[in-house]
Each structure stands twice: as structure tokens, then as C-alpha cells.
């Protein structure tokens, strides 16, 4: 076993976090051999990497299935890793359907490989079989919420809150009028602006809604101007085939300083996810949507533990943003949520904003790269 780590990333927003975690890591500890699952981000930070699962980043029971022997191929090939490097711990990030099932075989094959689990699988939804899991198979869990340590350590696991990644990526550093210039846009302008997600199917599902309902706001609110925010992993050509059926939508998409162009809006329409974080960490007001298979809602209504899905809901442990899911993400409610908004008062508007400043005060203070990356490195002491 020699001075080396594997750190496994399965989807975008895990491979974000994981290059700047990869990046941290090598700061303190250059010589430090890394390995992994991840993406040209990972790489660029300094991680040598034996395969890509971002770009397959799917969401529901039917959806895995259907990408079932490239997550067995890749399950395979960390196995194989593993015996071949012999690291001294395994990081695993968020990404629970794959990550859970490799620390157990991991933990059964390899029991001296320190298994760390960083940014939590959501045991506090979908019941405490996981906790049991969990506590078998994770030497340590690094958290992004402190509700999630107090859990962990009250079922006997080691944990550490590092805070959240998002209170260290998220900076704005552009000023109003020039973004304002560069969408094309007036001070005068009330802008709205459109997440429809970061993987492929929530697109396909969530945009057609969200375009559809601006068109009707529009009828309602003629001066209302959007911005389309883009994952990076999204295709241009995708959006834009959606939007030939809109094309008189005063709409411009957005592909970079995404944090930026987020921070002159009025309001936003965000699929269910880590976006609503970030949105709420920007202090700016909004919906939340999202659809899936009706199949994975069924099912999803039997486990999920939770009366909300939004992420911004479950930190703030009350609901401060309206949801609107699978037959409820509809054009009606998303326009007669929004008009309901933005015909309040400026003190309505500035109640919503602390609410949201609530819930960012909760993800901690910065300097969760550091935090995680001094947790994983007592590995090696």
C-alpha cells in the first residue's frame, strides 16, 4: 500500500467538486498519486483517470438500467484498479447507487483501504436501511450539512461537517451593467431565469414546460426578458432544438459566468437538485420543478421520507420555495407562481431573500476544499 488514493466521480456535479477537491489534495500533498472515475476536470487538476461515467449521468430506476453494462464495466474496472495500485483510501462522491455497492465489495476484497464517503448519500430521504449499510462499509463520512453529522454520529458512524462545496465555487464577480450589456438587456428589464438541469433527460422533460410557460407569461407580463443557464455538460445544439418553436422568446442562453448572469434576475424556475442551492446561495427567488419516469415517482413516493424534494426545502427543514413536481410542473402553475411573485411588494421580495440567506448560513463558511482535503490526508498520518 503506498502513498496513492482513488477518488470516484459519476456525474457532473460530483466532478466538479471532485477536481477541486483533486486540486486541494495536490496543494498540501504533491506527490500524492490520485486515480479515478471523472472527467477532463479531474485531469486538469491532477487526477490520472481510467474512465468517464459523467457523461452517462442518469437519474431513475428505468434510466440505470439502461446504461446497466457501462456501469458494470466500470464497476470492474475499479475493482481491477484497486488490486493493481493498492491505494491507501478510497474517496467516493455522492453518486450512492454505484458508490454504496463498490465500498461494499471494496470493504469484503480489500478491508485495509480506507474507505471515505465525501458529500453524503441521502440517508435522511429515502429511510436508515442505508445508515446500517453505511456503518458496515464507510470508515468515515465527510458531510455538507450539518444535520447529516448529528445523524452519522448518532447511529455511531464518524463524520465531520466540511460545509458545502457550493459556499466556496460560488463567486460573483462580474458587475450588473456589464452582464446586463452582454445579455443585451435594460436596468429596466425583469428577468427570468431557466434551469432545466444538468443531465440530458431532465432537459428533455423540463424545457419544453419551461419554454411553453414563458410564452404564457409573456402574454401576461409583456416586458419579461429570460436567461437560459446551460450545464456545461449540455449541448448547445440541444437546447436550441428545443427552442425553434420559441423563437420569438426575448431568450438568450447562457454558457459561462453562469453564477453572474444568475444574480440579475428577478426570479428563477430550477429543476429539483443542487441548482437550488445554488440559487439560494445568489439570493435569488424561485420555483422549483422537476419530472422523472412515472415509474421512478412511484416508486420514489414509496421510499422517499420527505413531504419535499428540493434541497433548499430540506435544509431550511420547512418548505420557503414553492415545488411543483411531476403533474403539478405545468404551465399554469409555473406562470401563476411567478405573476404571484413579482406583482409583491418590495418587502414581500426581501422576506423571501432572507429566507434564502437562511438557508446559505447553513452550509457553512467556506473553505470546504481545505476542510475535506486535511480530513482525507489523516488517512495517511
Given at each position: 500500500?503506498?502513498d496513492?488514493?482513488i477518488v ?10 471532485g477536481a477541486a477537491l483533486?486540486k486541494e489534495?495536490k496543494?498540501?500533498?504533491p ?15 491532477g ?9 452517462y449521468a442518469?437519474i431513475?430506476?428505468?434510466e ?9 464495466k ?5 475493482i ?6 493498492q491505494p491507501?483510501a478510497l ?7 454505484f ?7 471494496v470493504k469484503?476484497?480489500y478491508?485495509?483501504v ?11 430521504a ?5 445508515i ?8 468515515k ?16 458512524i ?15 464577480s ?5 452582464l446586463?450589456?452582454?445579455a443585451?438587456l ?19 422533460r ?6 411553453s ?5 409573456r402574454?401576461q407580463?409583456?416586458?419579461i426578458?429570460f436567461l437560459?443557464?446551460?450545464a ?6 440541444t ?6 418553436k420559441h423563437?420569438h ?6 454558457t459561462?459566468?453562469?453564477?453572474d448572469f ?5 426570479f ?11 440559487t439560494?446561495i445568489i439570493?435569488i427567488p424561485?420555483l422549483?420543478?422537476?419530472k422523472?419516469?412515472?415509474?421512478t ?7 422517499i421520507?420527505l ?9 431550511a ?5 414553492p415545488e ?6 405545468n404551465?399554469?402553475?409555473l ?7 413579482l406583482?409583491?411588494?418590495a418587502?414581500?421580495?426581501q ?7 437562511i438557508v446559505k448560513?447553513?452550509l ?9 482535503a486535511q480530513?482525507?490526508l489523516?488517512t495517511?498520518s
Amino acid at each position: 500500500m503506498n502513498d496513492s488514493i482513488i477518488v470516484i466521480a459519476g456525474e457532473p456535479s460530483a466532478d466538479m467538486h471532485g477536481a477541486a477537491l483533486v486540486k486541494e489534495l495536490k496543494k498540501h500533498k504533491p506527490e500524492l498519486m490520485i486515480y479515478g472515475i471523472g472527467s477532463s476536470l479531474m485531469r486538469k487538476a491532477g487526477m490520472e483517470i481510467f474512465t468517464d461515467l459523467a457523461q452517462y449521468a442518469v437519474i431513475g430506476f428505468i434510466e440505470v438500467l439502461k446504461h446497466y453494462l457501462i456501469f458494470k464495466k466500470a464497476f470492474d474496472l475499479t475493482i481491477e484498479k484497486i488490486q493493481q495500485i493498492q491505494p491507501r483510501a478510497l474517496i467516493l462522491i455522492d453518486y450512492p447507487g454505484f458508490n454504496l455497492r463498490l465500498a461494499k465489495k471494496v470493504k469484503q476484497l480489500y478491508p485495509d483501504v480506507k474507505i471515505i464517503y465525501y458529500i453524503s448519500p441521502q440517508v435522511w430521504a429515502w429511510g436508515k436501511k442505508r445508515i446500517k449499510l453505511i456503518k458496515k462499509i464507510v470508515d468515515k463520512m465527510l458531510v455538507v450539512f450539518d444535520f447529516e453529522a448529528e445523524l452519522y454520529k448518532h447511529n455511531g458512524i464518524e463524520a465531520e461537517f466540511v460545509g458545502h462545496p457550493l459556499m466556496e465555487s460560488i463567486k460573483i464577480s462580474k458587475n450588473k451593467a456589464d452582464l446586463l450589456k452582454a445579455a443585451g438587456l435594460k436596468t429596466t428589464d425583469t428577468i427570468i431565469a431557466l434551469l432545466p438541469g444538468s443531465r440530458q433527460i431532465e432537459v428533455k422533460r423540463l424545457l419544453p414546460v419551461m419554454l411553453s410557460s414563458a410564452d404564457k407569461l409573456r402574454q401576461q407580463m409583456p416586458d419579461i426578458k429570460f436567461l437560459l443557464i446551460k450545464a456545461a455538460n449540455i449541448k448547445t445544439r440541444t437546447i436550441e432544438t428545443y427552442l425553434k418553436k420559441h423563437q420569438h422568446l426575448p431568450l438568450t442562453i447562457i454558457t459561462e459566468h453562469s453564477y453572474d448572469f444568475m444574480s440579475i434576475c428577478a426570479f428563477a424556475w430550477v429543476c429539483s437538485g443542487t441548482a437550488t442551492l445554488e440559487t439560494a446561495i445568489i439570493g435569488i427567488p424561485m420555483l422549483i420543478t422537476y419530472k422523472t419516469s412515472w415509474l421512478t415517482w412511484f416508486m420514489s413516493k414509496i421510499l422517499i421520507k420527505l413531504p419535499y424534494i428540493g434541497l433548499v426545502n430540506i435544509v431550511a427543514q420547512k418548505k420557503i420555495v414553492p415545488e411543483f413536481i411531476q403533474g403539478q410542473s405545468n404551465t399554469n402553475n409555473l406562470v401563476a407562481c411567478t405573476v404571484n411573485f413579482l406583482k409583491q411588494d418590495a418587502e414581500f421580495k426581501q422576506r423571501q431573500k432572507q429566507k434564502l440567506l437562511i438557508v446559505k448560513n447553513k452550509l457553512g463558511s467556506g473553505n470546504v476544499n481545505q476542510n475535506a482535503a486535511q480530513a482525507i490526508l489523516k488517512t495517511f498520518s
